[in-house]
């Protein structure tokens, strides 16, 4: 839960400024995955077909995400 404390604490920060540049520095969120930014596909799956990836990422030890780009990298060579 969020307290009054925290909202003050943050709107006191919005108001003094951000440093952009520190901001956008690489390192804050997911890491990056090459000198790229990356795109976000989005793609319709059946429950049988999401049963079945997360099946083959639980086997491979891989998230959802790792085992798409594994199917892929397969399917494209």
């Given amino acids: 839960m969020v307290t009054e404390e925290q909202i003050q604490k943050w709107a006191d920060e919005a ?3 951000y440093d952009v540049p520190e901001l956008k520095r690489r390192g804050r969120g997911r890491p990056g ?3 790229e930014p990356m795109q976000v596909v989005a793609v319709r799956l059946t429950a049988e077909e999401l049963e079945a990836l997360d099946a083959a990422a639980e086997r491979g030890d ?5 085992a ?8 494209a060579a």
């Fill in 33 to 35: 995955r090459g000198a």
């Fill in 68 to 75: 798409i780009r594994a199917a892929l990298a397969h399917y």
């Fill in 15 to 17: 108001e003094t400024g």
């Fill in 62 to 66: 891989l998230s959802r995400s790792e």
